[in-house]
């Protein structure tokens, strides 16, 4: 090439020229002038391979040309290998990378130009062959080696000529090329033996492998007779090795890799049965290395690309191995059939085929699980795998709520959340129907669930929820919960309980709690100390007997017990009374985690009930002292009004607030958990619906936490109300006192008309008058105290409408309408004048009202 990059031909004339003298002999001016003519086909070839020569990679080169040469035949290689080992031993690599490359691209033009009728014979009388393909490729033994003159210098030091004065005699030169062969079958077959000793993780002549990473690495000693081709093929089927060891480390109970459990066994069943398969073609290997080495030169040798062909499939099937049992490091049961699930719906198939194998392995202890689980109500898992836990030393009453849940990690990801509960209450309604109903029944469908199960695992894998398997589980579920559910709402009235709890606990049985509570309010008023629980259940049964509920069956009212709480210093029987409901057999496992429940919505409504009839007390008495003061009448009117005002505010709100509850509280949530129950399909349905029922409740009577704020303003209207049943006490003695005194003065002046004295001396009218001055000063602080307690009354009293205004609870809102119907607080307080707060909520709710 000149400065300009262009080819020199005079130059490149002369070297063809001698090239061919070289190589034809006799024929040189006929191939020259075929050479030629090629050159001017194509000038540009020359110019490219000349300018990319030097920077060309030598490697790379040697093996295109082997490739090439493979194409034709493995002599072809061998015989070209050995020339190129003498080319290494006379050049340097930046002479004999423009050679080879020349050469190469040379054989490969002339290949297309033989197409087009170019054949030039140089085979001579002495047996020389070629065509200007072959000056190339008749390096190889299967064209006549023996009459090739080569432009290179021998072992020897002397020069190869024409075929005249050639160094090498055809007899000689194909010896030395069987030796060249014969020494590259050899080495092929040491770097096949290695190969083979990697593929099972040992390490041999060439190869050595990394004890911590497991990877092998060429021997730094032998690996550097090795050339780049060589030493390249073999590192890459050595990886075989590599992943071989990653996959082996997870079946040998040794390493920290081992996977336990039934479902690891399961998997590490998989895996041995993959690897016995990769061990039989290792074996094949081994049997024909062996056979080839004993029958030495043959058509069809064991090459490392043949090799390289042979492991290709388990060299990528090893890998995935490797990757899949990564992923299972550390995991077991659902969580280890979760893992495998990921590459279930891999995009390549035979990573598909892999993992549902591997899978369907795994779960054969889930297969006998469910088995166990869903026709006999049973768990065997020793090593806490599977999905459904059963909890030991669990109290009779807590069955169907606490011995068996779900475990949340195990659950395979090809089970939903759906499946997976109707899979926990199949075994636990079977369960429970045998051990605590004694039912022992079997299953439906038990045998055609249990022969799906063993047949047709795999359909608990499908993406889809209609298969033969989701068809019985379904069934199963439904058939099993309705036993469940047919057995404790019949023979055992489940039902009826439920509502005897809602008349007697919730106080829905309105009579039975007036008498109950006139009954039992002298008891209660004494110290909880002083009370026994037998007087209080004797006082309950004869309120029972007294109301309405007489008609009931009695079968029922004899769960009905009193139940006293602990007691503290100072409480009284208002304090730790309590009513309860005791069941036996199977509701008791149903309804002994409610019982708590029940008793604080008891103590809440029995303490509404309480100042309901504390008011009426105070009406009652009210009423029935305008006759006994009528001597005082005209003193005391104005306090009177003052508290018959007040009075009738309390019961407004008291009323109204009872009626709320009792009404639109609980009758309402009776209504719609009945409902639920007549819809229930599972034993697990009536409960949720119980439970919902059990939370409007305690919502609406203001237990929730949202909540707590009404419960606080309705204790301190409780307080006024205590105080004003105190006050009127205290001012009906002061009424008394002063009655009798009247009364007292009068029969003394009736006694001195009978003695004659007739009217009363200075000194008892003094006295009566200070009396009468005590008992007005003793009125206007009376009266004080009672304007005290209403105003304390009313301002707690706007608190709470203010927080029931504001509340996002529909039925809040209207509640507080429905106590201020006059809006009497609505003008006394600005902030239950403020729209968005009071009126907003009254215009809102009256357009919905429209609107329905």
């Not at 079946?251 to 061990?279: R, V, W």
């Not at 589980?473 to 009826?496: A, C, E, M």
């Not at 309950?540 to 109301?547: C, G, L, N, W, Y």
């Not at 006759?627 to 104005?638: E, G, L, M």
Request: hydrophobic fraction near 40%; charged fraction near 25%.
């Amino acid at each position: 090439m000149n400065r300009t990059n262009q080819p020199n031909f005079p130059v490149i004339y002369e070297l063809l020229k001698q090239l061919c003298q070289n190589l034809a002999g006799d024929r040189s001016s006929d191939v020259l002038k075929e050479v030629t003519r090629l050159i001017a086909n194509k000038p540009n070839s020359i110019a490219h391979h000349a300018g990319t020569s030097a920077a060309a990679n030598e490697s790379a080169i040697v093996a295109r040309i082997n490739r090439l040469l493979a194409s034709r035949s493995q002599a072809s290689v061998n015989v070209f290998n050995g020339f190129y080992e003498e080319l290494i031993s006379m050049t340097e690599s930046k002479q004999r990378t423009p050679i080879l490359e020349f050469l190469f691209h040379l054989a490969d033009s002339d290949k297309s130009a033989s197409a087009s009728g170019l054949q030039v014979d140089l085979r001579n009388d002495a047996g020389f062959a070629g065509t200007l393909d072959s000056v190339f490729s008749k390096l190889s033994v299967d064209s006549g080696i023996g009459g090739s003159q080569r432009l290179m210098k021998s072992r020897s030091g002397g020069t190869v000529t024409g075929s005249s004065g050639s160094l090498y005699e055809p007899k000689a030169l194909v010896a030395d090329a069987d030796s060249q062969i014969a020494d590259r079958n050899e080495l092929e077959d040491l770097l096949i033996q290695d190969v083979i000793y990697a593929c099972t993780g040992i390490e041999g002549k060439y190869l050595r492998k990394n004890v911590v990473s497991g990877e092998f690495k060429l021997d730094h000693i032998h690996g550097r007779n090795l050339n780049a081709c060589d030493a390249g093929m073999l590192l890459r089927l050595a990886e075989v090795g590599f992943f071989y060891n990653q996959v082996s480390r997870f079946i040998n109970p040794k390493s920290d890799s081992y996977l336990m459990g039934n479902f690891g066994q399961g998997y590490i069943t998989a895996l041995q049965k993959e690897l016995t398969n990769y061990y039989g073609l290792i074996a094949n290997l081994q049997e024909n290395l062996d056979r080839q080495r004993q029958a030495g030169d043959s058509a069809e040798r064991m090459t490392l690309t043949r090799t390289m062909v042979w492991l290709v499939e388990p060299m990528e099937r090893l890998q995935w191995l490797a990757l899949i049992s990564d992923a299972c490091r550390e995991v077991k049961g659902g969580a280890l059939a979760s893992a495998i699930h990921k590459f279930i719906w891999h995009g390549d198939p035979m990573v598909r085929t892999i993992s549902r194998e591997l899978l369907q392995s795994a779960c054969i202890p889930l297969q006998q699980m469910l088995t166990q689980w869903l026709t006999d109500g049973k768990i065997v898992d020793p090593h806490c795998e599977f999905f459904i836990e059963e909890l030991t030393n669990v109290r009779y009453n807590r069955l169907w709520h606490d011995e068996f849940r779900l475990r949340p990690s195990m659950v395979p990801s090809f089970i939903s959340d759906t499946l997976a509960k109707q899979i926990l209450v199949i075994g636990k309604s079977i369960n429970f129907l045998r051990e605590v109903c004694k039912d022992r029944a079997p299953v439906p469908e038990r045998t055609d669930l249990k022969k799906c199960l063993n047949e047709h695992l795999d359909y608990l894998y499908s993406p889809h929820s209609n298969t033969e398997l989701h068809v019985l589980i379904d069934s199963v579920y439904l058939k099993t919960s309705k036993r469940v559910l047919d057995i404790v709402l019949g023979p055992h009235q489940l039902y009826d309980h439920l509502k005897a709890m809602r008349d007697y606990l919730l106080l829905g049985q309105g009579h039975f709690a007036d008498v109950l509570m006139e009954n039992l309010k002298e008891e209660l008023d004494r110290p909880a100390k002083d009370i026994y629980q037998q007087e209080l259940f004797s006082i309950v049964a004869a309120a029972v007997r007294k109301s309405a509920a007489e008609q009931e069956e009695p079968a029922v009212l004899n769960y009905l017990d009193v139940h006293f709480l602990v007691p503290c210093e100072g409480d009284t029987g208002w304090d730790v009374f309590c009513l309860t409901y005791k069941v036996e057999g199977p509701l008791v496992t149903i309804f002994q985690p409610v019982q708590c429940t029940y008793r604080a919505l008891f103590k809440q409504l029995w303490n509404m009930k309480r100042f309901e009839f504390i008011l009426y007390g105070i009406w009652r008495n009210h009423m029935l002292s305008t006759r006994c003061f009528k001597p005082i009448a005209n003193d005391i009117s104005v306090i009177k009004q003052h508290l018959q005002t007040y009075c009738s505010k309390m019961i407004n709100l008291i009323t109204q607030m009872q009626y709320y509850i009792l009404f639109e509280v609980i009758e309402c949530s009776w209504e719609q958990f009945s409902a639920r129950v007549k819809q229930a399909k599972a034993l697990d349905d009536v409960l949720e619906a119980h439970d919902k029922f059990l939370e409007r409740i305690r919502i609406g009577i203001f237990l929730d936490e949202s909540t707590h704020l009404f419960s606080s303003c309705l204790e301190q209207i409780f307080s006024s109300v205590r105080k004003l049943e105190e006050w009127q006490i205290g001012f009906y003695k002061l009424c008394n006192e002063e009655t009798d005194s009247r009364k007292q003065f009068d029969e003394y002046i009736k006694s001195s008309e009978a003695k004659g004295t007739y009217g009363v001396n200075a000194e008892r009218a003094l006295e009566r008058d200070e009396e009468q001055q005590e008992f007005e000063v003793k009125l206007v602080q009376c009266q004080k105290a009672l304007n005290v307690i209403g105003v304390d009354y009313e301002n707690c009293v706007r608190r709470f409408l203010y927080q029931l205004a504001v509340s996002p609870i529909e039925s809040l809102p209207q509640l507080c309408m429905r106590l201020d119907y006059n809006e009497y607080y609505k003008h006394r307080d600005e902030r239950l004048s403020v729209p968005l707060t009071f009126q907003h909520m009254r215009k809102s709710m009256a357009n919905n009202f429209d609107r329905k």
